[in-house]
């Protein structure tokens, strides 16, 4: 008996302090440990949020960027409430709408609601001034990737790549504001193996400039594959103007955020197939598989990558019975609730998409 309380006591002390555990540089706050971590010692800034919410996940790089720079902030806690988990805590707190941030000042539980923009560097502009910090921001990785003299030719000219440039000057006011806009396209298509989102400081290598006819900043233009003598962009200047250029010109689908659209993967010829496949008679289903077999062989590229998961779907299908895909799509959309990796979000993009023209 007394080693089983012993055990009882360690485990439960255990999952008080898991309670309060880290997604990444977020605290994650519960029922149990909100109050234990906020209205302290310390001001707080907490995102009530739903795993669902599609406005909470385009927040969340940017809620990460901002606690991994106040981590070391001790008179400062960067925190999260998933309500779904936690009803009663977001209902004390008058949560209505996700995702919804509200300001805790030190030694209080009555908040202030956060109404300003949702970008790292608003965020934290607004917890130094409540929390009277000074924190700068963390520097992130640029999905830009930066041309010079030395690997202007290997990068741009590479006939296995698509590669839009834009030609800048550093004093280039239009060229400040693009910026952050084009960082946005390159972290959206940083996935895509054969897009390449790439930038030249004309004032440094002018020769270049010279030698692509560049006149006035920025001027952007787009080197596909099959011209590596470029062709002038002339689209607009937002992130979905420039999105919609690239899937149209590339071949990919990608959406503003950088994810999947619920068309990347289909081929249409496939498609049919499996439309003749579905209503083939069990013995029939062979020599339909067979058909996959044979056009699967025919592609080429990322097609040929798409053409896979066909074969590995209709087998499957074959093998456990009509309920297969339906079955298998609600998993998936389970797991992509989830957090994952930019590139297990993908695949079970690619397979979900797929597994429709089956369900």
Not at 21 to 49: C, I, M, P, Q, W
Not at 294 to 321: F, H, N, P, W
């Amino acid at each position: 008996m007394l080693r089983s309380a012993i055990w009882f006591g360690f485990v439960t002390l255990a999952l008080f302090f898991l309670s309060s555990a880290f997604a990444g540089d977020v605290v994650v706050l519960t029922e149990d440990s909100f109050e234990n971590e906020v209205g302290k010692d310390r001001g707080a800034l907490v995102e009530f949020y739903a795993p669902w919410c599609g406005h909470c996940k385009k927040l969340a790089p940017e809620y990460e960027m901002l606690a991994t720079s106040f981590k070391k902030a001790k008179s400062v806690l960067i925190g999260k409430v998933d309500c779904d988990e936690h009803k009663s805590v977001c209902s004390k707190y008058g949560v209505a709408g996700y995702p919804t941030i509200k300001w805790f000042p030190k030694g209080s539980l009555e908040p202030e609601k956060y109404e300003g923009a949702r970008t790292a560097e608003a965020l934290a502009a607004y917890v130094n001034t409540q929390g009277g910090t000074n924190v700068k921001m963390a520097t992130t990785p640029s999905s830009v990737v930066v041309l010079t003299s030395d690997n202007f030719d290997d990068i741009v000219l590479d006939e296995t790549k698509d590669v839009l440039v834009e030609f800048y000057a550093p004093w280039c006011g239009h060229c400040k504001n693009l910026a952050p806009i084009y960082e946005k396209v390159a972290t959206a298509f940083k996935m895509e193996e054969d897009v390449v989102i790439a930038n030249l400081d004309t004032d440094k290598y002018k020769d270049l400039g010279e030698k692509y006819d560049v006149s006035g900043y920025p001027t952007l233009k787009f080197f596909p594959k099959n011209n590596k003598a470029g062709e002038d962009y002339g689209g607009g200047r937002d992130l979905n103007d420039f999105v919609n250029f690239i899937n149209d010109a590339s071949g990919t689908s990608r959406d503003a955020s950088g994810q999947l659209t619920s068309h990347a993967g289909t081929v249409a010829s496939l498609d049919n197939l499996v439309k003749e496949f579905l209503s083939a008679s069990n013995d029939e289903k062979k020599a339909v598989f067979a058909k996959i077999e044979d056009e699967v062989q025919k592609l080429k590229g990322s097609t040929a990558r798409y053409g896979k998961i066909y074969l590995k779907c209709a087998k499957s299908c074959m093998e456990k019975g009509a309920d297969y895909a339906k079955n298998e799509i609600q998993r998936l959309a389970r797991m992509l609730d989830k957090a994952l990796s930019p590139a297990k979000a993908d695949e079970f993009t690619l397979k979900r998409n797929i597994l429709y023209s089956f369900a």
